[in-house]
Structures are given as C-alpha cells and as structure tokens.
C-alpha cells in the first residue's frame, strides 16, 4: 500500500503515528473541556468548605487548561509539518506527470496507428471494385 501512495514506509509510518497522536490529543482535550465545565458547577452538600473547594477546583481548571494548551501545541507542530507533507506532495505530484506523459505518448502513438489504419482501410475501400 504505502508504494501505491509513493511514500516511503518511514514517512507513511510517521504519518499514521502523526494521525494517531492528533486523535489522542483532541480525546485529551474534550475530556480535559468536560472536566472544566463540570467543574464550573458548585455542590452544595461539601464536606469541605467552599473556599477550599474553590481553590481545587481553580487548581484543577488550570491544570486541565494547560493540557489543553499542550494539545494545541502539538497539534500545531503535528499539522505544521510542512518539510515531509512537502517531500510527500512533490513526489506524488512527479509520479503523477510522469504517468501522465506516459499515458499522452501512448494515446498519441496510437491515434497515429489508428489513423494508418483508416487510411490504408479507405484506400482499400474505395479501390476496391466490390463497393
């Protein structure tokens, strides 16, 4: 499969990996958000006063907040890769007009056979005393 793409198995392998961490890091964050938000909610019943309960959960938000912020990070590093999507795009662009002028060089050899072959059925055709 990954010489079907033109892709080296490194760069596929760093790819899927990149695929990978990029859906880990946005399950973290989801689960990181819900957790801010069910923070963001006052329980009545504590056993522990509100200002302590406060100062957790202020604690929790910026920790959750920060992984958020390390998601985001290397999600931009993961996205912003440009060197190997580049590498990745330039060669996948060069096997495609390399097979394109294959392809035009075939169809143009034989549009010429075509047009012999007409030509010489025409000749017959109307040389001929049968018609």
């Not at 294959?102 to 072959?117: I, P």
């Amino acid at each position: 499969m990954s010489q079907a793409r033109g892709l080296p198995q490194s760069k596929e392998a760093l790819l899927k990996s990149y695929n990978k961490k990029l859906k880990d890091d946005i399950q973290s964050m989801l689960v990181n958000f819900e957790e801010i938000i069910k923070l963001a909610r006052m329980d009545e019943d504590s056993q522990i006063s509100k200002y302590t309960q406060t100062e957790e959960d202020q604690y929790e938000m910026q920790v959750r907040a920060a992984n958020i912020f390390v998601s985001d990070l290397k999600q931009f590093m993961i996205l912003n890769d440009f060197p190997s999507v580049n590498d990745s795009i330039l060669k996948n662009t060069k096997n495609c007009k390399s097979q394109q002028q294959d392809l035009d060089n075939k169809l143009t050899s034989l549009r010429d056979e075509m047009a012999m072959d007409l030509f010489e059925l025409e000749d017959e055709y109307y040389s001929s005393a049968y018609k």
